[in-house]
């Protein structure tokens, strides 16, 4: 497959340009029985959807989605089910001027190349941000599919905005104060000092990146596979899908390099019955497979690569130096719109073992 | 798949356990024409082997391998590639203790839980990073397909053992330097520091992690496919196959994340008649697809979990509580043995790309 | 995979039911650089229609095809094609009564006891042949990608209906002669003693079946992978796909099993300046691999299973003997509609194994 | 894949040539907890061998089989299962002779032109029907795995040699005959008529061709999945993967094509509480799903292409015409040694849905 699959037993296939008619996904094996209703799947979207408030770009993607096949009579049927968007207000002439200056940080270059001129370039085509609402509508099913039958609940938030952290260490109460504020980071004080960032680099023509945090809670124990199929590497392999992401690390991650052994382990203890360890430096994963404790992640996310300040670049065409100023709407900060993506491709990932593994079994 | 195979052109499937007759690997998709020396793989696994220093494990694994199918007169023929090595200097006795008491750290309870107490258990079974020996097998081969159809080199060196960092920004030059010592750090200087570092952990029954820093050069443009063929999603899901990784970045990963992106952002120049970037903080990687730029990844491996102090733990038969002192030979760090491993991966993916997009024909 | 993909490079993925909102298709892999035209894919559908005359059933699907993603300027651009058609004209109320009582011949048992009767069975749901319309859009890529890159052409034809057989051997000049009636048999004549005999059968509340032969030329030598990926293999696989086929052969077949290997070897010869065999028993494929002759097959069809007579059966919800009689608007005999079907699938196959081996390129 | 592996929960990867090293297979996927028996395994390669009787080929194959990953203390673990056989007795020389005269029948013109020349040519290479040994090597597991956990029973064996047909249906109580005679037809007088055919035509030094006829019972209702996924496609696929298969039918098959619908639909009636069909022409399969009664089949095997008799053909260097004499010890007919071959590659496309669906689980 060319990349626009992913899952083995639970396959999502994401379809559609930024500027195309429709975007759309297919969600092949999704157990017969689950019930669906499209305004879960809307509601989910529109945590996603931009131009909602200043903070975001002032495009208005209305994402309404549609599902036209594998649900009948409110339920999934074992069938393929796909779900649509149709697209609209896109402005594609702002992207004419674009056609041959290459935008730094962006897909152009080694699109153009990769497809020697081919390729639908509107609004970054293919590979625009805006396809992640495909990520999402497949998510918010493996969402509940892992809600009802294993109770299994993803929390993704931002925990990081440029140089701005979120110092408090996230404990599931927090969970319902995600989407309080623009930014969807649990902790007010910290939100307010981040929206004021963006707006600033917002004022400035710049951008920012940030950090998404990802706890998964109640996995069972055994979900992921020995060696290349270790939760690992499905985990970073779906989220390396969302366009800006250039790092992962699980539970102690990169930190946990600078500690001994004696230091990072986590211990074996049994509390009411139940063996778990002490602590959760591992992130809920060894050897590639879940042990129970919650699943712990963190997320680079770049700053946005459209900036509106002006930028020396290459003409393609001509191939000589000359500067661009990328017009159009775009999002100072993508990181607050991350978190349903990033629950999305979660829940895609471990539905998929969890069906694998027979944990979920293909009839509910 | 169960986690066993990598790759979509080119797969390779890893086979065997730590303390079984025998580990393996198929290699399958490999163009035809490409000459084969075993003393070549041999030489690549050589580098991985423990029991050659005083910082690594004393087992004294000969890891001699054979090609047993796929070669023909020296060269490859387009049929599957299978290799083994024969195991020997196993003391599977000292893991007979170790059946029940969890050790820290390690896959045991999780997978113990996932195969109900069926799996091969001894030195890790299908876990251990023995494993890591079979990527090799395939890694040199797909290294060589690199480097003989287009010119790819992939170098990979310690650039961090504990908190001891190389300070000075790898180039060129240094590949040739990374070999010449123990813990594969191209700064010798330092080198020497991890080295005592490692030897001193050694001594308190402790463990070092570090960090693995690697450059991959003479990449075409376009090799990576859109969303979910990104070359970040599978180059990550390869490194995470790795025992011990717990966090990976290209280019500038977690620290870029506090950049603006008129910082970050890298911009095109022409240099000598070629488009480039004047600086390489994308990693080589924009949009999932490599733009020649250099490759560039730092990946975290925790310490290693084998410790010889004496740690809590339970007991999974009585579910009590109980110390345990892991006994075996085991390395006080890992990392200086994951150069090969990394490289080998790294050159797997990328190998596989360039089968899926054309780059390299089926037959050379 | 759930059944609802096929390919490896180039994949087709069918989704949608017979009585739900929409079917559609996602062509992944197809090359870049591709023109596209609608109203080719919409000629191929309608060669495919039912309602068209006497000897199909009288169902009007006006089955319009609509790209929504994967064209840009008329051209395909190498990101997946999806293809849908708004479904219409269904009258589900005809399939109320059947809800329990099992229709002989039809996958309605097994489906429901497979889902546990959460599957759509309206019309049949996803197993009806309605579904071939999405093999169709596909195909018809396929089959222009075929044409333009290497000139390959496929002609299927119908060569037997019920006992009514076609005596002449095909020859290419009889191409253009089979859709110049109804049942799509290039010799008019025998066409229509078979067009006579559906009549005959439907007014006798009963339906026939028939065989197809397919015929392929312009094969380059060398596709096809050895073992599991033979053509056969794959083109088989792909041909069970269509409902009611029971039976394929290749070349000589069956009648070959017959011969000794003096009588159906087909001995190399060379004929203007290309080695090409006198005979050509093999169907164009040894040891799995295309030899450059003809792909030939025959495809036994069953008689359709709707019939308007009364049948014995049993009542799955009272596990009760019981009488039925099928209504609804059913095609007495499916052959005719077929050929395009089995265009589509041979295209498909080749065109997957065509870009898999590197015959054709990814980017044209 | 590059047709080397087939399944998808259950993948058999097959490796070797006929005259190298080593021939082998890897089965991943196979549920952790089968008692495995490296005897029970030998004894089914044992039938399949050469070198037993008069009416096969002389080389003594002995075929050993060695399990050298995935089973410990005597079961599986959910690992995957490596086993090899040493190749013996080759006679290489044999085969210089026909480096460049284009055998007849054989893979040996389109395996050149696909490899450049670059292929293992010794015995046919990769295409030797001698690697059926490594489809047995893994259907002799999943054999027993359908047999342990669903009670599944296959059985194959020869209905017809050339022109000589077994007449008696085939019933289960005939099934301990199959392996009583020669050539495998539970039939002995039959048998005997056939064993004449082969001597006769191994005398005039041709070959025959012959029909395998396959039954399997007590299949559970529900395997299988819609479309591409149905059991006759999956089933023909790996059928098709034997060498000198030319044609596969199910149920009525090609006989069925020229009966009508109310003689081809098979009736639902109640047999002691269970809903079955009166009659069997669709083979147990419906809408390529499983109904629960015996799944037939016939398969149409090809004479074997390698005859002592004089041969036109083509020097593929010379490109001239010539005459060719195949030397080398070779089967008159290959029919009888392919019914453990059948079995072998029904029991994995069973038990690879069987998984799939959850009929049989990962951990026994």
Redesign the interface.
């Known amino acids: 497959?060319?990349?626009?699959?992913?899952g083995?037993?639970l396959?999502l296939?994401?379809?559609?340009?930024s500027h195309?008619?429709?975007?759309?996904a297919?969600l092949?094996?999704c157990p017969?029985?689950l019930e669906i209703d499209e305004k879960e799947i809307q509601k989910m979207l529109d945590l996603r959807r931009p131009g909602q408030n200043q903070i975001s770009t002032q495009r208005k993607e209305k994402d309404i989605v549609e599902i036209?096949?594998?649900v009948?009579r409110g339920?999934?049927?074992?069938?393929?089910i796909?779900m649509?968007i149709q697209n609209s207000d896109q402005k594609s002439k702002d992207y004419d001027a674009l056609r041959t200056k290459?935008r730094?940080?962006?897909?152009?270059?080694?699109?153009m190349?990769?497809?020697?001129h081919?390729?639908?370039y509107r609004g970054?085509?293919?590979?625009s941000g805006r396809?992640t609402a495909t990520h999402v509508m497949g998510g918010a099913i493996a969402i509940k599919l892992l809600r009802v039958t294993l109770g299994i609940k993803t929390n993704s938030f931002t925990s990081?905005i440029?140089?701005i952290k979120m110092e408090e260490k996230f404990n599931a109460k927090m969970a319902r104060l995600i989407y309080k504020n623009e930014v969807r980071c649990p902790d007010n004080k910290t939100a307010k000092l981040m929206r004021a960032g963006i707006l600033d680099?917002k004022k400035?023509g710049?951008?920012?990146?940030?950090?998404i945090q990802s706890v998964t809670t109640h996995v069972p124990?055994?979900l992921?596979?020995?060696?290349?199929?270790?939760l690992?590497?499905?985990l970073?392999?779906?989220i390396?899908?969302i366009?800006s992401?250039?790092?992962?690390?699980?539970?102690?991650?990169?930190m946990?390099?600078?500690?001994?052994?004696?230091?990072?382990?986590?211990?074996?203890?049994?509390r009411r019955?139940k063996?778990v360890?002490?602590t959760n430096?591992?992130?809920g994963i060894?050897?590639?497979?879940?042990?129970?404790m919650p699943i712990t992640m963190?997320i680079?996310?770049?700053?946005?690569?459209?900036?509106a300040?002006k930028?020396?670049?290459?003409d393609?065409k001509t191939?000589?130096?000359t500067i661009l100023r990328v017009r159009g709407r775009h999002d100072p900060c993508v990181v607050p719109r991350a978190p349903p993506v990033v629950d999305s491709l979660v829940a895609l990932t471990l539905a998929d073992h969890a069906l694998?593994?027979?944990t979920i079994?293909?009839?509910l």
């Not at 339920?75 to 393929?80: L, Q």
């Not at 992401?245 to 990169?254: H, L, Y």
């Not at 996310?301 to 900036?307: D, E, H, L, N, Q």
Request: with cysteine; aromatic share 8%; glycine share 18%.
């Open positions: 497959m060319s990349g626009n699959s992913i083995q037993r396959v296939t994401s379809f559609g340009e195309g008619k429709t975007i759309g297919v092949d094996g017969a029985g036209i096949s594998g009948f339920h999934t049927t074992g069938a393929p796909t649509v290459l730094p940080g962006h897909s152009d270059y080694p699109a190349i990769k497809y020697n081919l390729n639908d970054g085509g293919r590979f396809l990081q440029g140089k680099a400035r710049d951008s920012l990146g940030g950090i124990v055994g992921g596979e020995p060696i290349f199929g270790s690992e590497s499905d970073s392999k779906a390396f899908s366009p992401v250039k790092g992962i690390e699980f539970g102690s991650g990169f946990g390099s600078e500690l001994c052994g004696s230091e990072n382990n986590d211990l074996y203890v049994v019955g063996i360890t002490e430096r591992s992130g060894l050897g590639g497979i879940s042990n129970g963190r680079a996310f770049k700053p946005a690569s459209s900036i300040q930028q020396k670049t290459v393609i191939k000589k130096e694998l593994s027979g079994k293909p009839v």
